[in-house]
């Protein structure tokens, strides 16, 4: 396998569906500006929690690369 798959779950604590739904579309985008850094052959999976609904996408970004730095899962090319 030489790409990453993704799967982004946000459930009901997270809010209603608009919220849940603005949660993983940003979740989405943060993680898509970092495909090209990530190393191939991972699913990964990203559960939004309650504070996601209250966080700006500045602050979900940031918490994705601390993420992806703990996880090993930047490519070093």
């Known amino acids: 396998m030489n790409q990453c798959r993704f799967g982004f779950v946000a459930g009901k604590k997270v809010g209603k569906a608009v919220v849940r739904n603005r949660v993983k579309r940003w979740m989405r985008e943060a993680m898509r500006q970092r495909l090209p850094n990530l190393v191939a052959g991972w699913d990964i999976i990203l559960i939004a929690r309650h504070d996601s609904a209250q966080a700006s ?21």
């Open 57 to 77: 996408f500045q602050d979900m970004v940031a918490a994705l690369d601390t993420l992806i730095q703990r996880a090993h899962l930047v490519s070093t090319q």
